[in-house]
């Protein structure tokens, strides 16, 4: 009501005055009590203003607000804090020209290094460290969604008190009142919870703080952390301990219900390593991979043995395997018909591979199995070839699980008078039975530090936003123990504070800079002295930047200014994003007795399996649109869960009535999902070689305060997920309701239709008839067109190889796509409607049997025609071809037809149906590629082969007067490829690695009969069986589909 | 007349006998003249026209806001996607512009062949033509993302950017042949109502209507030598007209024929198309006529027999076009093309089957009935089945462009194509625009040729001679 006479006299206030008068007025203005209670009542707790567009009014309120605010913060001193590019020195700093910063991304317990790619300050593009060894210069989808992560615009902006606005010095304040107060009870009533902590100068923080107060505890938490592995290799080794495969080794590799190649950081090296004895190189060396799997897994769909099991059989399969290989301390479990005709062939291969195989087993797994899977390991001495095993990369490992019941117990029982939550988000992510935010509520005081105001935030008093990792200074260690200190790229956009200055504020010494604290615990680390010493020249680092590999390498070090020893240290370590010989040094283990005594509980009934979301992880990134819209790889959903199942086993319970017909089968039934007395209505949605009576659940989904884009997508899973059933429950009841739910899937159909668009053969099929891959049905007549064109590209022609050999669907490609390029995020409806934007796309298609198919991935961008039927059907020209055989797209000419679009047989056009582009929301510009145009309603787009770095590549050439090199060039995707399954280049360059791809046998164009000679190519599949289980005449190689 | 001549064969005359006149017995030009002319000159216009009118025009609000819509925010209004990228946009171009066939086909080439019974349909016809094109004419500018700047990039104009439209692609082709096809019927329609101006002219009773008529019919006084530069221009424009009938509807034909795509790159759509566009347009001029001869008490002008002309053109054109779907379904067996076998398959049991089933049920069965000349003599059967024509038509146009597109080559991009309720009242505006421009055009304008009326009457038998 009397809002608006704030504002009058707000306005008031600032009229007439100008000059040095107007900012000391302005401080005037931010310290009067009006002021501060008008800001009082701006923020109140539940502001959901915060998260709406903002209306008008409250528009003119904000403006109130930041006008005067202004003011005050162009008052702070900014602090000095120097960060190290890369690649090049400063003074080099041209505009237009990025610079690469390495850090690496802490994410679940470990951390993958990584080189962002800063414009004018502005961090737009992520890409693995080369020199990393989590990264070896690929990302995984998280990594490369992280940009958007960083200028989410919803992202908590505030420390706010019972939802009034505070400085954080309030909450320094706040917690040194907390810790004298637990002075006289030796910090009894103290608590910490915090995600697994793999941050060495954090861990260091709150051990000092437990010295201090050797009652207080420091409980970790991850909803979908190692539990299982760790309590496992305690199981069979008596300490924690990280299994580190080295899977290039391996010749022959089980994956017991593990998806070694996708699931956490380590998926990214995992894959590459399997990639290097998978490709259309690698020759007759492959591998061979055997997949016992619960629900298809990105590494199940590159197996060539895959063995749908449900997950209680696993367990007894992994006994019978251990017991026909004679491990000691294993008797076989009962196992299915066809598991059995599994075991025999697998146990020989297994044998016959001793010291080259593998065996792995995944994290849904109980701590039993992982055991039995050690044992395996060492029984057929792989251990020390194929695995090793060093200590955690997390700081402290613990049994997350009791620890955090033990903490429920606690905080019901009134014994807990601070929580101070660092970070992830409990009351979402907690099994439901605990009662996570009942318990919460008997804690007196409690403080939540998170990247948004989630469902924790809003059940606490403090909240502290968390800056991103973009914006801080830290520490993270890799699965292989190797340490990168994280650097930021950019000062905190919402004056976010990392975990370590928020740590800080309950030391002794009190808050410090995040930069002084990581320093000094690295100082203390190495012993080196922080003292300058005389004038030392600057390191020389070998290290180069992806796509500038002749790049002058130099370290940003002035040679006049004096640098302490230390000093020289912490540059190199930034510059090559990772502390030198921090990596593990294998550990001996000696098994123990009784591993595998406890057995899985028997299954019964339903099984209902809980993974994490293959997009949005636990939910950490509900509000990340790109990750939202990401097509999840082998059920295609966008912007939901659901809950799979087979279709075999849907028949059974009759859902799916009649015929399902593909076509409409995003609308799907829901079901009521019943264990006791929790019910869950999800839709349920078909998984081929999903195993039968198996249903698979994906958390991070029906997230109640995530932010405007993640707020109400899908369903919240966690309802059903009680402490003691984490990973499966048992015996679910299954409710057909009636009801249908739309989702939204980019690929609604399955099968090949029997056209031979994915070439396969087996091994010893190719070896048979090596030319199967290009052989044809329909064969093109290169004269058979109307505009007959004798251009010969004679400088580059720029080529792509797409390796399908090796690709499992990780999506890392489409995410690194939509961050290069600035692709926009549509929203379901739009999906729905089919209007996803991806300028690159993984089709999946299932072949085989439908209750086990055969899985392939076909990345598919811009297919760059010669014979380009897009070109001569648009009536103004805006898609032509150049001189170097590219489809360029002219947006600035483009009408908007869509005629290029209906004409292209690969349809990897996209059109802007509407204005998708938020020209609006200020976070969002910072965050766009200032390399690629951003397109407006009305135009048609699509890949371009990343023509902004081929440019950026002959700039770069042609100041130094040479030819573009191999590899100099790397697009988005291939950047990003774990599996190197993309390799672009200048086709016109024999001793190039995509023009000798493109001579191997298994090089194929796909629909080459419609005369198009796509520049992108494909390799075809050669599968790797063992003739045991798979006799050569029942080869899949032809491509039956069933649907 | 002329055929009387040689009429020698007794059971030919019964034949004759039986075959309606194109005009009624007992009409003299004075009867002509009143009786078409009083249609305009009357100062009673009936409540019927009124309500008509205002059904039609509310139609085309609907339309003008959904252009305003489509302007602010962009076709995604529509259903199109990816990979239709083209739906109801392109079906109702197609199907309009097809409508307009039958105007020039009448106007044109049935006066090049001197077949008299086009005198009374022809004026109407034309301008059927006219705004059926009107309202095609509005689709290729309109489904365009930018149509601010399609209005005139697609045009071949000098420019200092050295720019010119892509002359390979079948859009501009489209472009060329609407274009003209748009100014030869306005000119043409125009010509021909000159003469019946001046009548109006000189019959109308108000000094304003006198004064307008006066104007457009350019000081025509009927003078010899008037007369002899009409039939030479008339003439003219009727031979300029005559290869657009078939031209207009291949170039269309093009947009499809021309690309990749199955179900849409096959060389019988020329023919094909033009035969469906005849076929269509007739249905039209039938879907008119019917109402028209009897609401303003035309029967004796327009006669069964040109009922019965129209519709034997209607059965010949669409079995025609009944030659074309199996002549596709053949080729699709014969050519062995997995493409193109499995897209005929799509249309026939995918799911969109029920459409192409209704779209063989009409323009394959149905016409058959115009075999019998019982059905033939059934006005109001007549009227509803030129209406499922029209829909028949409709669907052809869906069936092509929808069917074809949404299972192309990668089973992945596979997807369903649902029109919004935008698609709908676009389609239903333009039937609002063409249906507002024909009230007005039967209220103000002749909408039989008097004249030519005139010299059909027994009268003129007596002076005529061969000119």
């Known amino acids: ?1043 | 007349m002329a055929a009387k001549e040689h009429v020698q064969d007794p059971a030919e005359a019964a034949l004759l006998q039986r075959t309606p006149a194109v005009i009624a017995p007992g009409h003299t030009f004075e009867s002509v003249t009143d009786s078409i002319a009083g249609v305009v000159l009357t100062k009673r216009t009936t409540l019927g026209w009124f309500f008509g009118f205002a059904l039609a025009f509310s139609l085309l609000m609907l339309l003008n806001l959904t252009i305003g819509k489509l302007l602010m925010e962009g076709i995604g209004i529509w259903g199109n996607n990816v990979p239709v990228g083209w739906a109801f946009d392109i079906i109702n171009f197609v199907w309009w512009i097809g409508i307009g066939h039958a105007g020039t086909l009448i106007s044109a080439i049935l006066l090049l062949f001197r077949q008299q019974w086009r005198t009374s349909i022809n004026r109407f016809a034309e301008a059927m033509t006219l705004f059926a094109v009107a309202c095609a004419a509005m689709f290729p500018l309109l489904h365009t993302g930018r149509p601010w700047l399609a209005v005139y990039w697609l045009f071949p104009y000098p420019n200092s950017m050295g720019l010119w439209p892509q002359f390979r692609s079948p859009l501009i082709w489209d472009v060329f042949a609407v274009s003209t096809y748009g100014t030869v019927s306005a000119l043409f329609w125009f010509t021909g109502l000159v003469p019946d101006m001046a009548t109006l002219r000189d019959k109308a009773t108000s000094p304003v209507a006198k004064r307008i008529f006066g104007m457009v019919a350019l000081g025509w006084r009927g003078s010899a030598r008037h007369w002899q530069r009409y039939e030479m221009a008339y003439l003219l424009l009727a031979g300029i007209s005559t290869p657009l009938v078939l031209s207009v509807h291949s170039v269309v034909s093009f947009d499809f024929a021309v690309s990749v795509l199955p179900g849409w790159h096959a060389t019988i759509f020329p023919p094909y198309f033009v035969a469906g566009a005849i076929y269509s347009g007739f249905a039209m001029v039938m879907t008119l006529a019917i109402p028209l001869r009897k609401f303003y008490g035309l029967e004796d002008f327009i006669t069964m027999r040109h009922i019965h002309n129209m519709t034997k053109v209607m059965l010949a054109t669409g079995m025609i076009v009944a030659y074309g779907y199996a002549n596709e379904a053949f080729f699709a067996w014969y050519s062995a093309n997995p493409y193109e076998g499995y897209m005929m398959l799509n249309r026939m049991t995918g799911p969109y089957a029920f459409f192409y089933w209704s779209l063989i049920a009409i323009n394959a069965a149905m016409i058959q009935l115009f075999w019998f000349r019982s059905v033939r003599d059934n006005i109001p059967l007549l009227f509803v089945l030129s209406l499922l024509v029209n829909v028949g038509m409709w669907l052809e146009r869906f069936i092509i462009i929808v069917t074809s597109l949404h299972r192309d080559f990668l089973p992945s991009s596979w997807d369903m194509y649902a029109p919004t309720r935008w698609d709908f009242a676009m389609f239903a505006g333009t039937i609002g625009l063409f249906f507002s421009l024909f009230f007005l055009f039967v209220r103000f304008v002749p909408a039989i040729a008097i004249f030519e009326m005139r010299t059909i009457v027994p009268e003129a038998k007596l002076k005529e001679h061969h000119g």
């Open chain 1, 1 to 1043: 009501m009397n809002q608006s006479n704030d504002i009058e006299a707000l306005r008031a206030r600032l009229d007439g005055t100008r000059g040095r008068e107007y900012w000391r007025s302005l401080e005037a203005v931010a310290e009067t009590p009006e002021f501060k209670e008008f800001l009082h009542r701006e923020f109140p707790s539940n502001a959901s203003e915060w998260l709406d567009p903002v209306g008008r009014r409250s528009f003119l309120k904000l403006m109130g607000a930041s006008l005067s605010l202004a003011g005050v913060s162009a008052c702070t001193r900014q602090p000095i804090e120097e960060i190290v590019p890369y690649v090049r020195q400063p003074e080099e700093l041209v505009p237009g020209k990025p610079l690469f910063y390495a850090t690496a991304m802490p994410f679940a317990g470990s951390a993958l290094g990584l080189l962002v790619e800063s414009h004018e300050g502005r961090p737009t593009k992520i890409e693995g460290n080369p020199d990393h060894p989590s990264s070896r210069g690929a990302t995984d989808i998280y990594a490369q969604a992280a940009i958007l992560g960083l200028y989410d615009p919803d992202r908590s902006q505030t420390t706010t008190n019972l939802g009034e606005i505070k400085p954080f010095s309030a909450f320094v304040e706040a917690a040194r009142a907390v810790v004298s107060g637990q002075g006289s009870k030796q910090g009894g009533g103290l608590r910490i919870l915090s995600e697994t902590v793999a941050s060495p100068t954090l861990a260091a923080q709150i051990e000092a703080l437990l010295k201090r107060f050797p009652a207080a505890k420091w409980v970790q938490w991850e909803p979908v952390g190692r539990h299982n592995a760790r309590e496992g290799s305690r199981l069979a080794f008596g300490e924690y301990v990280e299994p580190q495969y080295a899977i290039e080794k391996a010749d022959v590799i089980l994956s017991l219900d593990s998806d070694f190649m996708c699931a956490g950081p380590a998926g990214v090296r995992h894959s590459r390593a399997f990639a290097s004895r998978r490709r259309a190189e690698t020759g007759t060396a492959r591998n061979r991979l055997y997949a016992v799997e619960s629900t298809p897994t990105n590494t199940g769909t590159r197996a060539d043995h895959r063995l749908p099991l449900k997950p209680s059989e696993i367990d007894g399969f992994a006994r019978a395997l251990a017991a026909q290989l004679g491990v000691e301390g294993v008797t076989a479990g009962t196992v299915s018909d066809a598991a059995r005709k599994w075991l025999g062939p697998l146990a020989k291969d297994l044998q016959g591979a001793r010291g080259r195989g593998v065996v792995i087993v995944g994290e849904g797994q109980p701590a039993a199995v992982h055991a039995i899977g050690h044992a395996i390991n060492a029984a057929l001495g792989n251990v020390g070839e194929t695995v090793t095993y060093t200590q955690t990369p997390e700081a402290a490992p613990s049994d997350q699980r009791a620890g955090l019941r033990e903490l429920v117990g606690e905080m019901n029982a009134g014994k807990v008078d601070f929580l101070l939550v660092l970070g992830g988000n409990p009351v979402y992510t907690a099994p439901s039975d605990l009662q996570f935010g009942a318990a919460l509520h008997k804690v007196k005081l409690r403080a939540h530090v998170g990247l948004y105001e989630d469902e924790t935030a809003a059940l606490c008093q403090w909240h502290i936003p968390e800056a991103h990792f973009l914006e801080m200074w830290g520490d993270a260690r890799s699965d292989d123990g190797t340490v990168t200190i994280v650097q930021p790229l950019i000062a905190p956009l919402y004056n976010g504070k990392s975990l370590v200055e928020v740590m800080a504020a309950f030391s002794e010494a009190g808050a410090r800079a995040g930069y002084d604290l990581v320093r000094e615990h690295w100082a203390a680390q190495t012993g080196l002295s922080t003292e300058a010493v005389a004038p030392a020249p600057a390191p020389q680092p070998a290290a180069t930047a992806p796509g500038a590999p002749a790049a002058p390498a130099g370290v940003a070090a002035a040679p006049s200014q004096p640098l302490s020893p230390f000093d020289r240290e912490w540059r190199r370590w930034l510059h090559d994003g990772l502390v030198p010989n921090t990596a593990f040094a294998p550990k001996p283990v000696t098994l123990q007795a009784g591993f595998a005594k406890a057995a899985a509980p028997a299954g019964q009934g339903l099984e209902v399996v809980f993974r994490p979301d293959p997009s949005v992880y636990d939910g950490r990134f509900a509000n990340n649109g790109w990750l939202q819209e990401l097509p999840k790889a082998l059920t295609k959903l966008t912007w939901d869960n659901a809950a799979l199942i087979a279709p075999a086993t849907a028949d059974r319970l009759g859902l799916f009535k009649g015929e399902a017909d593909e076509a409409f089968a995003s609308k799907a039934p829901v079901v009521e999902l019943k264990k006791g007395d929790r019910t869950l209505r999800v839709p349920v949605w078909l998984v081929p070689g999903q195993a039968p009576d198996t249903l698979t659940l994906h958390l991070g989904y029906g997230r109640e305060r995530a932010g405007r884009t993640g707020t109400g997508t899908g369903f919240n899973v966690n309802v059903l997920r009680t402490w003691d059933s984490q990973d499966v429950v048992n015996g679910v009841e299954l409710v057909a309701t009636g009801d249908t739910y739309q989702l939204a899937s980019t690929q609604d159909h399955w099968s090949l239709e029997g056209r031979n668009l994915v070439r396969v053969a087996t091994a010893a099929e190719f070896a048979a008839d090596p030319g199967f891959a290009d052989k044809r049905e329909l064969v093109a007549d290169r004269a058979l067109t109307m505009y007959k064109s004798d251009w010969k590209y004679e400088g580059y022609a720029w080529g792509m190889a797409i390796d399908q050999n090796v690709c499992n669907g990780c999506n890392a490609c489409v995410v690194a796509c939509q961050a290069e390029n600035n692709v926009p995020v549509v929203g379901k409806s739009q999906v729905l409607n089919g209007r996803e934007m991806h300028w690159l796309r993984v089709d999946r298609y299932f072949t085989g049997e439908l209750d086990n198919p055969d899985t392939y991935h076909q990345p598919m961008p811009c297919q760059q025609c010669e014979g380009a039927p897009c070109e001569v059907v648009c009536p103004v020209a805006a898609t032509t071809h150049s001189d170097e055989g590219l489809n360029d797209m002219v947006y600035n000419r483009c009408v908007g037809t869509r005629y290029c679009s209906n004409n292209c047989p690969y349809k990897v056009r996209r059109f802007n149906f509407l204005l998708y582009q938020d020209f609006d929301t200020p976070s969002l510009k910072l965050m766009r590629n200032p390399d690629v145009t951003v397109r407006s309603r009305g135009v048609m787009e699509k890949c371009t082969y990343c023509v902004q770095r081929i440019n950026q590549a002959r700039v770069t050439a042609k100041l130094d007067d040479r030819q573009i090199r191999d590899g100099e060039v790397v697009t988005a995707c291939q950047a990003a490829c774990p599996t190197d399954a993309i390799v672009f280049g200048n086709i016109n360059d024999p001793e190039s690695r995509v023009a000798k791809l493109k001579k191997s046998p298994l090089n194929y164009a796909l629909l080459a009969e419609l005369n198009t000679r796509p520049r992108t190519t494909y390799m075809a599949v050669v599968r790797n069986p063992n003739v045991e289980l798979e006799p050569p005449s029942a080869s899949h190689a032809e491509g039956e589909e069933g649907h």
